[in-house]
């Protein structure tokens, strides 16, 4: 019997559905699934006891997961979690989090996991430009990527067994300082909507922006926008020196698809480009594209979508 | 004075194309460079040394061929390059022992290292030695300030945390706002002379093994339009085709 331990990814205080997705790749990987829910008030693990395909629920209780300490974090849950195939979400606080639980373990971490066929892991490398499958004897970490294994239902029922514990925290809390803006940060939309350098001017982003508000997407920037335009910021880019994302959805515009863009985002469920040229390489990619400027093309999308939604 | 250690690492230029041979990655004719991200974390080591005083090395892990990024850094300003002698594959564990070990040996106060490097993007190795060492961590850094502890940012899911930490701390670095310098003819002609302190290591067998490298799975082919008006025509296969909107 393999015990799989599954940590449960929070957003907001509460358990995200990205949990359900890490319970049903834990179950391709063993046969005995417990989920570990790191929480201040564990009445937030309940939800994890109604995921199906769980047979146990532990909500490691503790004030150090107020706010994020990797050191504290890893020394917690460790103290709780049964030995076997640890699983973690792939975002970035949980694959900082996966490095610590392994080598605290002194077992090996593999990190962004796309794919789990007959006990070997499939991961990314040179940012998407190639897969890596490897096979993994014995206890180890492995962080899954979200919005790619199907998330197992909420029909189950398993109790929770809450336990106290606790960690040394190494890093204080100064400051939170709040995003400008209220939009998604792309590394959490199921939406993108991207502009390069082709929208002319940082301004131009603006009606990326309408259209985001419309599909409640968050807008992200090829290099070359970051790179020229001091107003958008590096925390906006897509590729492979910013953000590797792997939306439902990737709207690329004015973007010609250089391969360092490419490596970022070609992982994406649907991929639409807008681009005047109609050799740019981004249509190679895209599963719906249009060639036409933006300044035409996103009057009618806009207008479109709106009647769409209505 | 601080005794600081940065972690490069030499990775396919990102422009490059992979290509496969067989069932592995062939990079024979791709250009090696440093990970970008560990351009930040060179940088933030030398103003570290230039803010407080020490010293930097930089340690890499590789065959000879690796020596290439350290005479990189050491035209950037770098006093001490060290390359742990070791050409095949390793999992996190081997490659964080290894590294560890080194760390501990060389007294270093501070570990700076780029959050992930181009080829695997893992992101283990900063976090990893942390925990081996016992000592704080903090990823993904975009912005640092040193003075007797770090004043460190990082992005998370409700804005940007700035964070306090004492040394011994290893962080890992993201490119934020930082800027980095270029070396000079005078720099790059001293690096040329300078000797690599190459050190033998022994990691621990490895529990990870590599069975295949393939190509991503090709995309089908697309539709593609022409003209603006197609817009709603895309939109309305969003909804009918992909089931999106």
Not at chain 1, 11 to 28: H, Y
Not at chain 2, 70 to 98: E, P
Not at chain 2, 190 to 205: G, I, T, Y
Not at chain 2, 208 to 229: N, R
Request: hydrophobic share 40%; glycine share 8%.
């Amino acid at each position: 019997m393999t015990e799989t331990i599954v940590i449960a990814e929070l957003s907001k205080g509460e358990i995200n559905t990205t949990t359900n997705e890490l319970v049903s790749a834990a179950n391709l990987l063993g046969d005995s699934c417990t989920v570990v829910v790191p929480c201040t008030d564990s009445s937030v693990a309940d939800k994890a006891g109604k995921i199906s395909g769980v047979s146990k629920v532990i909500a490691a209780k503790s004030s150090v997961f107020g706010n994020y300490d990797a050191a504290a974090w890893a020394e917690a849950i460790d103290s709780v979690a049964p030995s076997g195939i640890v699983v973690t979400s792939a975002s970035a606080q949980s694959k900082d989090l996966a490095a610590r639980l392994a080598a605290r373990r002194t077992i090996s971490v593999v990190q962004d996991v796309i794919a789990i066929e007959d006990g070997k892991l499939s991961t990314p490398i040179y940012s998407g430009k190639a897969i890596q499958n490897v096979s993994v004897n014995g206890d180890s970490v492995f962080s899954i990527r979200a919005n790619i294994f199907a998330p197992a239902d909420d029909s189950g029922s398993c109790d929770v067994q809450v336990i106290d514990t606790t960690g040394n925290v190494t890093t204080a809390l100064q400051e939170m300082v709040q995003r400008a803006s209220e939009r998604l940060d792309v590394s959490e939309a199921n939406i993108i909507i991207s502009g390069g350098r082709g929208m002319g001017t940082p301004a131009n982003f603006s009606h990326l922006e309408d259209i985001a508000d419309k599909l409640g997407a968050a807008v992200g920037a090829s290099r070359a926008a970051v790179d020229t335009w001091d107003e958008i910021p590096h925390s906006m880019q897509v590729g492979q020196t910013g953000k590797t994302v792997n939306p439902n959805l990737y709207i690329a515009v004015g973007i010609s698809g250089a391969i360092q863009h490419l490596a970022g985002m070609r992982s994406s469920k649907y991929i639409v480009a807008i681009n005047k040229d109609a050799d740019a390489p981004i249509f190679q990619h895209a599963d719906y594209g249009i060639v036409a400027t933006w300044e035409d093309a996103l009057p009618v999308l806009s207008s479109s979508l709106s009647d769409l939604l209505a | 004075m601080v005794n600081i250690a940065v972690l490069v690492k030499q990775v396919p230029d990102t422009n490059s194309k992979i290509q496969i041979s067989g069932d592995r990655v062939d990079l024979s004719s791709v250009k090696m460079d440093i990970s970008p991200y560990d351009e930040f974390a060179v940088e933030n080591a030398l103003q570290h040394k230039e803010s407080s005083g020490g010293t930097v090395s930089a340690i890499t892990v590789g065959g000879a061929a690796a020596d290439k990024v350290l005479k990189g850094v050491k035209a950037l300003g770098v006093d001490n390059i060290i390359r742990l002698d070791y050409d095949g594959f390793m999992d996190s564990n081997g490659l964080q022992s290894i590294i560890a070990q080194e760390i501990i040996a060389g007294g270093y106060d501070i570990v700076y290292c780029g959050k992930s490097a181009a080829d695997t993007g893992a992101g283990s190795t900063g976090p990893g030695i942390a925990e081996r060492l016992g000592w704080a961590s903090v990823s993904n850094a975009t912005e640092v300030k040193f003075a007797d502890a770090l004043t460190v940012s990082y992005p998370t899911e409700g804005g940007d945390a700035i964070v306090s930490l004492n040394l011994p701390a290893v962080v890992s670095c993201d490119k934020g706002s930082i800027k980095v310098r270029k070396s000079n003819v005078k720099g790059i002609m001293m690096a040329k002379k300078a000797q690599v302190d190459v050190r033998a290591v022994s990691p621990p067998a490895a529990s990870v093994t590599v069975v295949s490298q393939v190509m991503p799975p090709a995309k089908p082919a697309g539709k593609k339009f022409e003209g603006a008006s197609s817009a709603q025509t895309v939109a309305q296969l969003l909804r009918d085709e992909a089931n999106i909107i």
